[in-house]
């Protein structure tokens, strides 16, 4: 902080804090309810915040919704890539991120699930600007996936030939039929289907 | 039809195909916008109905849902499980299952994709009687494609001592990933990681 400007900091920083209350709320809702249920006036209502108030942050709807989308994919990687990067890249960081990424969502304040996986099937046949920006996250977490991948076919664990893109879907799949699985016969089997779907993959893409 | 009661069964019949209107309209209505859009009064716009009509068809928006829930169930089991039971049990129905499995529902009058699928995540975190009727069927279908998995087990295909519902839970995430790559990174290459994935995982589940 400059301590030259300390009332312009600080309104900034008021101003941010409300921004930041308000996106939290907002990625709770688009979790329990899906993003096309984040109004101004809902989202005034469950912060108690002035719609204008609310409007002076987030000029529409599809304001709100992209930056709700944005805050979701930061907790994401805050939760599950940076920690991930702590451990020595190649097996061990993959592992890493698997098992923080099985523990998240139900590690956060997310009553409905990822709200990323959410979103994709909310807008996967909805053309426009949300589907468009649900697609670009989808797409980065696919390249982060696939980085991790290639970094343990460089340490030498996975085999040379092995395509990183493969690896990456069918990491995806055991993930998805994780969170599926929670539900249908409950998170303690559903964690242990997806560590022995894990180690076989790993085992069949050996080097 | 027998010939001695022509009336009793033409109003049977018309009253069977109405209701069979009725939910191929819900159907594709829960696949485009969710189950908790089915209520009496949306169907009767999207069908010509009366409102009255609906209603002695479906007593409450929940006996709709239901039904359409086990409609999407029927078309799912008439467009994958009924033709693969021609293939001989074993590896070939397996396969053959799950290459159905990925051309349903774009082969369908479904825009918003598997319904059954939609509904988990839809009704997921709201216990009721919606919640309950999505798991019974999605348990219904772990019990199936475990039953599939075990047959090739009898025949000798994979391996003995090869863990059923670990195999159906990796089906179930390929499946669940070649939905979700078809939006991000389009059919072609979706299919063909989710073959090779198929592939990866029979041979390391291999006799």
Redesign the interface.
């Known amino acids: 902080m400059s301590p030259t400007t300390p009332t312009a900091e600080r309104a900034t920083t008021k101003g941010e804090e409300t921004r930041a209350q308000i996106l939290a709320a907002a990625v709770q809702q688009a979790s329990?309810a899906g993003f096309e249920s984040l109004t101004i006036g809902a989202l005034a209502e469950a912060t108690g915040l002035s719609k204008s108030g609310l409007f002076a942050h987030f000029g529409s709807k599809l304001d709100l919704q992209i930056a709700a989308l944005d805050e979701a994919a930061r907790q994401f990687t805050q939760s599950v890539f940076l920690p991930a990067m702590k451990a020595p890249r190649g097996l061990k960081r993959l592992r890493t991120l698997m098992e923080l990424w099985l523990k998240w969502p139900s590690g956060t304040d997310m009553?409905?699930?990822c709200p990323i996986?959410?979103a994709?099937?909310e807008y996967?046949?909805q053309p426009g600007p949300m589907r468009e920006a649900v697609?670009d996250r989808?797409?980065l977490l696919?390249r982060e996936l696939q980085k991790a991948v290639k970094l343990a076919i460089e340490t030498g664990e996975l085999a040379k030939n092995t395509?990183a893109?493969?690896v990456a879907?069918?990491i995806?799949?055991?993930?998805?039929?994780y969170y599926?699985?929670q539900?249908?016969?409950g998170a303690a089997?559903?964690a242990r289907?997806?560590r022995?779907?894990f180690d076989?993959?790993i085992?069949?893409?050996s080097a």
């Open positions: 329990r009553p409905g699930g996986d959410a994709l099937r996967d046949h697609l989808q797409r696919d395509d893109e493969l879907f069918e995806m799949g055991i993930v998805m039929s599926r699985g539900h249908v016969f089997p559903a289907r997806a022995a779907a076989r993959l085992q069949s893409h």
